[in-house]
């Protein structure tokens, strides 16, 4: 189900990441006191009372003709037409300023809820100034300190009442949902098109032509998948970045949906540091990943070619060495045909079972070749492991000490069971619990 989107805006220095890193639990953000620090949107996953949703930290918005507060002003243009939530930031030691004044006719045209909270309340007696807010016309507005983490609970409790209400999405165990991610120009529409054999979707060499996310039905060879086209970040005639990463919450939400996602990359162009932050996103959520490399016709290959791009892009997303390499162009169909059939793989290994005593055979053949590690003294004791989850696969080890279970070992009792069970394209996920 989709989750909410909340974007926190405001002109720059009100303490936007600041608060950002609160609500999130870590420090994704640069924080630093000097206006515009704040370049690009940071997208995050946030919780209150139980209920996930997406938080985008924005630039500043900030009225002039400077290149950098235009290009931090489109930003948050881009956050407020795709939030559900605005959370409105302002500064209560400045008072309102004709810029917080311009942020709020900004806001007044995208009839989304806003939620005005006042930063840098750090003391009770300040609590007092904060009514000349109400002018700004947004309501009751919030006294908190995004450097003490005062006042949060108060303003997530409203802003979580403004979330809508999510049908649940129905989906049939036997379809695969799969999803394509990647920068924009790499050939997702393009690609699409070929699998569906027809010009079902409008393909342009202009970045960012797709509009909106399509979910496109597919029947191959018996098996029902839907596709999910990850949109550009054109939307109304807008023309919002020139910039690489305008695919990033659209790919979030895409991702969500997802058993497996396609990570498209450019033979021509190379692999590129935004390729590795949106794999990564889909990594980070347990999803089962096949990295297709296309446009494989528009460069000069003899027989070292593929194997030498495929160790370049092992050297490059190290943490998705599960994940399989697919070379094809959608414009010719080269090699097209092995991308269903690996999607499918991946697929049924993201959802696969091991049955317990099955895995600790194989847990136990593989203490016997690498006894577990000691530590001062103390002794790792595997009892015996079962699997509790799918969609990633879980497994939990009870052990005698789970302090005792060094990542290093972790790691090898992985590559263990990869090995016996194959899981191509699946992150798999091992926990080591003490038995009780």
Do not use: C
């Not at 070992?409 to 899981?423: H, Q, S």
């Amino acid at each position: 189900m989709r989750k909410a989107v909340v974007a926190i805006v405001g002109r720059p220095n009100v303490g936007k990441s600041t608060i950002f890193n609160r609500l999130v639990g870590e420090r994704i953000s640069i924080v630093e006191d000097i206006p515009g620090v704040t370049r690009d949107r940071i997208y995050s996953q946030a919780e209150w009372l139980n209920t996930n949703f997406n938080l985008i930290d924005t630039g500043g918005i900030e009225i002039g003709d400077e290149p950098l507060l235009i290009q931090m002003r489109q930003q948050a243009e881009i956050a407020i037409d795709e939030a559900d939530v605005i959370i409105f930031i302002v500064n209560a030691k400045e008072g309102i300023t004709a810029a917080d004044e311009e942020v709020a006719k900004l806001l007044y045209k995208s009839s989304k809820p806003v939620v005005l909270a006042v930063n840098k309340v750090d003391n009770p007696e300040m609590r007092d100034e904060i009514y000349e807010y109400y002018s700004l016309g947004f309501g009751e507005p919030f006294p908190i300190s995004g450097a003490h983490g005062l006042g949060l609970g108060d303003l997530l409790d409203e802003v979580v009442t403004h979330f809508p209400q999510f049908e649940q999405e129905s989906h049939d165990e036997d379809t695969i949902y799969f999803s394509l991610i990647g920068r924009p120009n790499v050939g997702k529409s393009s690609l699409v098109n070929a699998l569906l054999n027809e010009e079902r979707v409008i393909v342009s060499d202009i970045e960012g032509t797709t509009r909106d996310a399509i979910d496109t039905h597919l029947n191959k060879d018996g098996q029902d998948y839907v596709i999910i086209d990850t949109a550009g970040m054109r939307k109304r005639g807008k023309v919002y970045e020139s910039t690489e990463k305008y695919s990033v919450l659209r790919a979030l939400r895409a991702i969500e949906r997802s058993d497996v996602v396609l990570v498209l990359i450019d033979a021509e162009t190379g692999i590129r540091e935004q390729d590795k932050k949106i794999a990564g996103y889909a990594h980070d959520a347990g999803r089962s990943i096949v990295i297709v490399v296309n446009k494989w016709d528009a460069i000069e290959t003899d027989e070292k070619t593929m194997k030498e791009f495929e160790e370049k892009i092992r050297a490059h997303f190290q943490f998705l060495d599960y994940a399989p390499i697919v070379f094809l162009s959608a414009k010719t169909k080269k090699r097209l045909h092995t991308l269903l059939p690996m999607v499918q793989l991946a697929s049924e290994n993201h959802a696969k079972r091991i049955p317990t005593n099955v895995l600790n055979d194989v847990i136990m053949d593989a203490i016997a070749m690498n006894p577990t590690p000691t530590l001062k003294g103390r002794k790792l004791k595997v009892l015996y492991g079962t699997q509790v989850a799918v969609k990633p696969p879980a497994f939990v080890i009870f052990v005698n000490e789970p302090e005792l279970m060094h990542f290093s070992y972790e790691r090898f009792l992985e590559n263990k069971i990869r090995d016996a069970f194959g899981f191509v394209g699946t992150p798999i996920k091992i926990f080591a619990r003490r038995r009780s």
